[in-house]
């Protein structure tokens, strides 16, 4: 059973940022693909990131794209989603997603079956 535990959140300024990481006990997470998704007060959970099984495939919001960058730590059985030039229409409860092994990428939330708990990123002067 795989489980992921979504970390480094918290407030930051506009124009700051922040890593979040997803750290996963149970199985390799380079087998599996690995999605970060937003949710933000009143609005639907919406795709951020993704990087697929052995990082063939990445995928990034056009919200996004420049700003953010997915990477693997394979030693660390960990994704980090690296956010910079944080906007405050970036804030939101992050999740990290996953879905056994799959060579594309996804930005549907019904895609995958394993999620965190969430970490909430404040962008706020």
């Known amino acids: 059973q795989l489980q992921l535990v979504e970390s480094g959140g918290g407030l930051v300024q506009p124009g700051g940022s922040l890593r979040l990481s997803c750290a996963a006990s149970?199985?390799?997470?380079?087998?599996?693909?690995i999605g970060w998704f937003r949710q933000a007060p009143g609005k639907e959970r919406e795709g951020v990131s993704c990087?697929?099984?052995?990082?063939?495939?990445?995928y990034y919001a056009d919200s996004v794209k420049g700003r953010f960058t997915i990477s693997r730590d394979n030693a660390k059985n960990t994704v980090h989603l690296q956010m910079n030039s944080l906007k405050p229409e970036d804030t939101g409860v992050y999740y990290c997603?996953?879905?056994?092994?799959?060579?594309?990428?996804?930005?549907?939330?019904?895609?995958?079956?394993?999620w965190g708990q969430g970490t909430r990123v404040t962008v706020s002067s």
């Open positions: 149970g199985l390799p997470l380079d087998y599996y693909r």
């Open positions: 990087i697929s099984s052995r990082t063939i495939n990445t």
């Open positions: 997603a996953a879905a056994a092994d799959y060579y594309t990428c996804s930005s549907r939330p019904g895609d995958y079956g394993y």
